[in-house]
């Protein structure tokens, strides 16, 4: 049991620190993204010549580089809000300076996240320091950033960094490898594609969807590109659904939850499909299969981008191959929009509801 409460923690804290960093990682992507956009349009692919220039283009080599900006902040975010979640204030300053030197150091996400656990539970830990109360604000701020920096400086800055370095640097080879193999593409597609479908925004879907950034910061953008097409179409395959079938089949309240779905899906909120899901378990099947099937056409009909890619309907902008962009969202969503209502049930049986008021009472007296 205690280990089993010891995995719930630490699963617990590793989204506390995904979820700070969403925004971060979402913010850079598209102010990295826009000036991208713009400069296409007027026939410039890339900004980074425009560097010493003065022109308009000078200027959208600024914005894009605050996004860059952005992204790189990932691995700090990361390091430092799961040292927050568990040990508070105090180890956030340690997370921070752990999840940088994990950039600095190639130790990428991996480094960022021992960090933190690191600097979280010296922290933890020095709560349990007694002293007299005069020397309470000593503690706080000497003591404790003391050990907590002092920790990450020797675990991550000297320990760990040659292995964690070599893991680092040895994943992003393999996964780069493998996403340049047809064979191997689809696989990881698959993968990456169905685990967005298992919870829809739980810690399976984030840990996919974390690892297609990740890559991402390494200009690795297919495994991005795949969990993109699943978070998309996963919830419009439901808003699909409530148009092919007739109303009758669904309550007022999923009818209307299915119609809402077209704007989640646009702008990739799986969390969407969720009340389909509650209404009937049986539905993980045919979101993940739906979702490995989306980013699996992606995959199979070449879809790529040069630059970071932006999530939702708004990707098809930053999308080398449209069409498979758009094949792959339309193949998870048809499949989803056809088989969910036969295994499904979404409407309410009337019949078998039983309200207060229709409750009679036959009280006879003898």
Not at 58 to 74: A, D, E, F, R, T
Not at 196 to 225: H, M, Q, R, S
Not at 265 to 286: C, R, Y
Request: proline share 4%; glycine share 12%.
């Amino acid at each position: 049991m205690k280990f089993k409460k010891l995995m719930k923690d630490w699963e617990g804290y590793m989204m506390s620190g995904i979820s700070y960093m969403i925004p971060t990682i979402i913010g850079g992507a598209i102010i990295v993204g826009i000036p991208q956009l713009i400069g296409m349009a007027f026939g410039v692919d890339n900004l980074a010549k425009y560097e010493k220039a003065t022109v308009f283009f000078h200027m959208l080599w600024q914005v894009n580089q605050v996004g860059w900006i952005g992204i790189g902040l990932v691995n700090l975010v990361i390091g430092g809000y799961v040292a927050y979640a568990i040990g508070d204030k105090a180890a956030l300053g340690a997370g921070f300076i752990g999840g940088q030197l994990a950039t600095n150091t190639q130790q990428g996400f991996i480094g960022a996240v021992i960090a933190g656990f690191v600097a979280g539970y010296v922290a933890r830990w020095c709560r349990k320091i007694r002293v007299p109360e005069k020397w309470n604000s000593a503690i706080e701020l000497l003591v404790t950033p003391l050990l907590t920096t002092g920790a990450v400086a020797l675990i991550n800055g000297l320990v760990l960094t040659g292995p964690l370095s070599w893991l680092n640097l040895s994943l992003i080879a393999w996964v780069k490898a493998m996403v340049n193999d047809k064979t191997n593409g689809l696989l990881v597609a698959c993968i990456m594609g169905g685990m967005i479908g298992f919870d829809l925004g739980g810690p399976v879907n984030k840990a996919a969807w974390a690892t297609g950034n990740f890559f991402f910061l390494e200009g690795i953008y297919k495994p991005c590109l795949y969990t993109n097409i699943a978070i998309c179409a996963i919830p419009l395959g439901y808003a699909l659904m409530t148009f092919i079938w007739p109303k009758k089949r669904f309550s007022a309240q999923l009818y209307e939850m299915g119609r809402t779905n077209l704007i989640n899906g646009t702008f990739g909120i799986t969390e969407g499909a969720i009340p389909f899901f509650l209404k009937a378990p049986q539905l993980i099947f045919v979101n993940v299969i739906g979702g490995a099937l989306g980013a699996g056409v992606g995959e199979l009909m070449g879809v790529n981008s040069h630059i970071p890619p932006l999530g939702g309907l708004p990707g098809i902008l930053t999308a080398d191959n449209i069409p498979a962009y758009l094949c792959g969202i339309l193949a998870c969503a048809v499949f989803i929009a056809v088989c969910a209502p036969l295994i499904a049930n979404f409407n309410t049986d009337k019949k078998k509801e039983v309200k207060e008021d229709d409750i009679k009472l036959d009280i006879t007296v003898a």
